[in-house]
């Protein structure tokens, strides 16, 4: 059976319990992912001729397991196959590894020997054969290390994160600089000058069509390592990824200037106040300040992103992640703000969701810069994406939707309310060049506002009416059946508060909308049965979810003059794209390696067998498909069940008052209850507390009969459908998998959204008649009313007062 990705993927992350201990997660993600470095190109290279990456003799994973419970084993490790893998590999050196024999970050003797020991055991696992998850199409082993990246930097804390640029925002700028609709070769360069652990130029790699050529310079040498093996794991063995000061001391260079590529991205260090250490920006041999001026002293950010234009290609396009600062401070920043605008360069900024990014919680946006249609270009387009994204644990987190709207928005420069705007140079002018989103786009919700009128005088606003002709213009008619006039400018509820679902639900126009709908979703659930039934083994799942996303977002959108549908095409694609991430991803992948197998396993807790169970087909679809009428039997013994002890609980409840039959037990039980019927058995008087108990024998007995027979049934019918499994056929697999789980599964998820969006409106319907369903007077009445009330109740309370003083002073 084939390892689930996600098994993969906690199983590596629990490794790392190995070696937490008193070292920071900085620290021990090196090992970690060392170690994930050396079992991959061993069990991808090792005897192999030509490949990429030479194994030399006795320096793979298998002369790491030979020296498990050695007393030296750090030492070996380091010597034994460190040494020779970095020797014999251009690409590599010692220092990308960390010391395995530190007795400061491992421990020393009996302690080193176990954590090492148990950590390559964890990589020795026969299933981790990294051999059969080649990175051709889709590396499960590429993904695993960004896996492993993310949630390092997530744990490495304020300042320590940032070897890591959230794959979410990697993939849309790998999107917009236009590098997947571009015409491609090995020839196409690309460059990230801090490039971290590599995965923002690996993003950009997967966007391009072709293979093309990557390279990057990153100041930290620890860091730089694992970008150089993550090239590796992710099939770019040429690339060239280099250690040093970027801005001090730039690697690439054609002669004595600046080397140009194609694409250049780049997530810097944000406001850098050491940026100029060892430059002297005023005589910069490179001329990255020349044409735009010196960035302040302690704010570094544009001496990255000027370091990006000048190592652009005159055709070169490139995106840089900048804190918000940049687009709106003074000074020397408006002045070089000023001269990247009035040449052409700047093609768009998107401002993104706080608290993205690993080791900062401010805002950032994503600056991109253009220089092919510098000359020509009239505006700048601005998107404010800072309100999509998702909670997860301390961070936010781009959703699919939220990354596809952004760059469809920008790859068609569409204009939105709201969200986004194309503006233009000379309004840009007028603001001084300051660039801050906010003065360009209104992303404020519409405030719900109070109707002083509505409240005096009466009726809903018509304004708040028409704010909903989304919905109206699908239910025309619907509108009138749920309002009536009432004067100018305001309506009244036509039928009762309590109606408006009925009213709604029932309304032929929605009815007419709930089926188009349904029929609208079954034209695509046709198309995606047949290529979803045309897997077979070794199918990219990658490709496979790519197709069928893209499809059910396109069957979904609008066409050119329609008007705006009622549901969010993105959130349709949402739900597609959660319940892959939650069970699709597994079960494809699943048929990538093995086929259409559905193959059963035993669930052992504590080496106790607790059942069986089927990934790629769980039980309940088998039971559903083959043994309904077990099924229908054994929840109706259930019902039964649940009837006979509902009748005992009321008889219980009926009877158990202090004088009554079930007063002096100390627990109601059978044990107690066939006692105290023994007990009184015969008594004349106790007759009737003797019908009552039997009667709770008798039920209880009922209950006693019902629970075997229902546990016989489900035992039968878990044996049954258990035995169902080894008759299922390769078409029968393919039918309950596509048919009654995935698409079924996708087509509740688009149900639920029609149902929220009727919500919404009967919601909103509601809270506007609530709120004006009483004028002032009414509620000047309701409180004079009151008042006399309260009145009155006060003068009875008075009088007794007074009475009760006389009688008192009497007495």
């Not at 084993?73 to 893998?85: R, T």
């Not at 233009?424 to 660039?435: C, P, R, S, T, V």
């Not at 083959?626 to 009321?650: C, W």
Request: aromatic share 8%.
């Amino acid at each position: 059976m084939a390892l689930k990705k996600s098994e993969l993927y906690s199983s590596l992350w629990a490794s790392c319990d190995e070696l937490r201990g008193g070292m920071d997660a900085s620290q021990y993600k090196d090992y970690v992912l060392s170690l994930l470095f050396i079992k991959y190109v061993s069990d991808k290279y090792e005897g192999k001729a030509y490949a990429p990456i030479t194994i030399p003799e006795g320096a793979g994973f298998k002369a790491m397991v030979a020296l498990k419970g050695s007393a030296d084993i750090g030492d070996k490790i380091n010597k034994k196959v460190i040494a020779p893998l970095a020797e014999t590999n251009d690409q590599l050196s010692q220092a990308d590894f960390p010391d395995f024999n530190s007795s400061e970050k491992l421990g020393d003797g009996k302690e080193k020997v176990e954590k090492l020991t148990n950590l390559i055991g964890i990589f020795e696992r026969p299933e981790l054969n990294f051999s059969k998850n080649g990175a051709d199409g889709d590396d499960i082993l590429g993904d695993a290390y960004e896996y492993l990246m993310r949630h390092f930097a997530t744990e490495s804390g304020k300042s320590k994160g940032q070897f890591y640029t959230p794959a979410e925002v990697s993939r849309i700028m790998a999107q917009i600089i236009g590098i997947g609709a571009a015409k491609t070769s090995s020839s196409t360069t690309v460059y990230d000058p801090t490039c971290g652990s590599g995965s923002l130029l690996l993003k950009v790699a997967d966007a391009a069509s072709t293979p093309v050529t990557l390279y990057g310079q990153e100041k930290d040498s620890q860091t730089s390592g694992l970008a150089r093996m993550n090239m590796i794991l992710h099939n770019n063995p040429t690339a060239t990824v280099v250690q040093g000061n970027t801005l001090a001391d730039p690697k690439f260079l054609e002669g004595d200037a600046l080397k140009q590529f194609d694409y250049v991205v780049a997530n810097p260090p944000f406001s850098d106040k050491r940026w100029s250490t060892g430059l002297d920006p005023a005589a910069d041999p490179h001329e990255r300040f020349k044409a735009f001026g010196v960035p302040p002293n302690k704010q570094g950010n544009y001496a990255y992103l000027l370091h990006i234009v000048r190592s652009l290609k005159s055709t070169g396009a490139g995106a840089c992640i900048l804190p918000h600062g940049v687009l709106f401070r003074g000074n020397a920043e408006a002045a070089i703000r000023e001269k990247l605008v009035g040449k052409g360069y700047l093609k768009g900024i998107i401002g993104l969701p706080a608290n993205l990014f690993y080791g900062t919680g401010i805002p950032a946006c994503i600056v991109v810069v253009d220089k092919k249609q510098a000359a020509g270009r009239k505006g700048v387009l601005m998107i404010d994406a800072s309100a999509g994204f998702q909670k997860e644990g301390p961070k936010n987190r781009l959703r699919s939707r939220d990354i596809h709207k952004i760059v469809d928005v920008f790859t068609n420069a569409e204009e939105h309310p709201g969200y986004s705007r194309v503006v233009g140079i000379d309004e840009i002018a007028k603001n001084d060049f300051n660039l801050n989103l906010p003065r360009y786009i209104d992303s404020r919700e519409a405030e719900d506002l109070q109707d002083l009128g509505g409240h005096l005088y009466g009726g809903i606003p018509t304004a708040d009416v028409d704010a909903l002709e989304t919905y109206w213009d699908i239910c025309p008619g619907l509108r009138k059946a749920l309002f009536k006039e009432n004067r100018t400018g305001y309506v009244d509820l036509r039928v009762e508060p309590a109606a408006i679902k009925q009213t709604i639900h029932e309304h032929p126009e929605f009815v007419a909308f709930v089926e188009q709908m349904d029929a609208h979703f079954e034209a695509w659930r046709k198309r995606a049965v047949k290529k979803l039934k045309s897997l077979e083994a070794g199918c990219d799942p990658k490709a496979v979810i790519h197709e069928l996303s893209e499809g059910l977002l396109a069957h979904y959108e609008p066409k050119r003059g329609e008007a705006q549908p009622l549901i969010d095409p993105y959130a349709v694609y949402q739900h597609l794209m959660d319940y892959w991430a939650d069970v699709m991803q597994d079960d494809v992948y699943s048929i990538a390696a093995d086929g259409w197998k559905a193959e059963t396993y035993r669930i052992l807790v504590k080496r106790k067998d607790k059942g069986w169970a089927c990934d790629l087909i769980p039980k309940e679809l088998v039971v559903a498909r083959y043994f309904a009428d077990q099924q229908a039997a054994l929840s109706q013994l259930v019902v039964e069940l649940e009837s006979a002890a509902a009748e005992r609980i009321e008889l219980e409840e009926e009877h158990g008052r202090d004088e009554d039959a079930f007063g002096d037990l100390e627990k109601v039980n059978k044990a107690n209850v066939s006692a105290r019927a023994k007990e009184i058995k015969g008594d004349p008087e106790q007759k009737e507390e003797l019908v009552v108990l039997k009667q709770w024998l008798t039920l209880a007995e009922k209950e006693a009969k019902l629970k075997k027979k229902m546990k016989d049934s489900a035992a039968a019918l878990d044996e049954a459908a258990y035995a169902g499994y080894a008759e299922l056929t390769c078409e029968d697999v393919r039918a309950i998998v596509v048919l009654d789980k995935w698409v079924t599964s996708v087509g509740d998820a688009v149900e639920r959204e029609v149902t929220r969006n009727s919500q919404l409106l009967r919601t909103r319907v509601d809270d506007l008649a609530s709120r004006y369903a009483s004028t002032l007077t009414d509620l000047t009445k309701l409180s004079i009313g009151l008042d006399g009330t309260v009145g009155e109740h006060l003068e009875q309370i008075c009088a007794k007062s007074i009475d009760i003083h006389i009688r008192e002073v009497a007495v």
